[in-house]
């Protein structure tokens, strides 16, 4: 199964930027990717997706517009998601994942994919 592992998280200033990164390794095969996140007392949110087929891009409305999901060579599998105008609201735990269903509506889980070990995001002044 593919191992997934995510960097990039820290520290940042209400309205800054951070760039996580999510690295896909153990097959060759590309895959689509989804980043979700997950603050304290809350429930996982899948905020963003990027389709293995075609690049397409998919966005939460909490992040639309503010976070750009993208991926180098499809081989290589990484995916990065670039987070500009952080929000308090913004800080949780960020997962990237496989094996998701991603449309405009729902950012989701299907249940038998791989997970990373997640990064920390903290958005305070």
């Known amino acids: 199964q593919v191992q997934l592992v995510e960097s990039g998280g820290g520290l940042v200033q209400p309205g800054g930027s951070l760039r996580l990164s999510c690295v896909a390794s153990?097959?060759?095969?590309?895959?689509?990717i989804a980043w979700f996140r997950q603050a304290p007392g809350k429930e996982r949110e899948g905020i963003s997706c990027?389709?293995?087929?075609?690049?397409?891009?998919?966005y939460a409305r909490s992040v639309k517009g503010r976070f750009t999901i993208s991926r180098d060579d499809p081989k290589k599998n990484t995916v990065y998601l670039q987070m500009d105008s952080l929000k308090p609201d913004d800080t949780a735990v960020y997962y990237c994942?496989?094996?998701?269903?991603?449309?405009?509506?729902?950012?989701?889980?299907?249940?038998?994919?791989?997970w990373g070990q997640g990064t920390q995001v903290t958005v305070s002044s």
């Open positions: 994942a496989t094996d998701v269903a991603c449309s405009n509506l729902f950012i989701m889980p299907l249940g038998s994919g791989s």
């Open positions: 153990g097959s060759e095969d590309s895959y689509t």
């Open positions: 990027i389709s293995a087929n075609d690049g397409s891009a998919f």
